[in-house]
């Protein structure tokens, strides 16, 4: 299968042909301000799975959701103040959250303990996608499990771009370390990976 290959930013075309291929369940790798990552619209099961086959994933391993302002306002006032907080200081950013699942996230998306980990991404291709699908997008490295992630799609191994439906070009993104995951599913939170933001987050955190 040959994807294919559209620059960032969107022509008017673009967004009205992408918005039509995320609602129906097309694959897509795509830049965020870390490094390039693959997904699709996050309500469509067979897409999700794809990204499975294509990462080479434990199924048991949920996928992280990228969710737009409203999304992030409606999960931040669920939350407690420090998780109120930490979404007030570090959101749109490098800074992932795992959470206790909303109810409007289906449950094929959810870990086994009922969490789901979302971020708002400050990357303008993100925004752009989000807004065409009208919905939460998966987004997790593009690349096979435990192999390196990717600053652009030149370095990426044609045999794994080859499977996704679109490839969006935003040119080099800034690489260096992946977002930070924070757990709030238990009392205290806790860094679950460290990252971009774990510092100004473990100093954040001590001062709460």
Known sequence: MTPSLIA???SESDKSRLSESLQAGRV???????????GCGAFDKQAVH????????????????LINQSMADDIQRQLGAVGQSLIEKFWA???TLVIPAPSWIPHFL???DGSVAVRQSDCETVSALL?????????????VSNEP????LQSMPDSFKRQADFLIDSGQTAGGKASTIVSLTQEAPVILRQGQLTQQIQSFLKSQ
């Not at 807004?131 to 690349?143: E, F, R, V």
């Not at 992630?149 to 652009?152: F, Q, T």
């Open 93 to 95: 950013g490098a800074m």
């Open 50 to 65: 794809r990204l499975f086959q294509m990462k080479k994933r434990d199924f048991s391993k949920a996928l992280p959701l």
């Open 131 to 143: 807004d065409l699908a009208g919905q939460p997008l998966i987004g997790t490295s593009a690349n």
């Open 149 to 152: 992630p990717h600053v652009c």
């Open 8 to 10: 960032f930013p969107f």
């Open 110 to 112: 959810h870990a086994a």
């Open 28 to 38: 897509m790798i795509f830049a965020t301000e870390t490094f390039y990552a693959l």
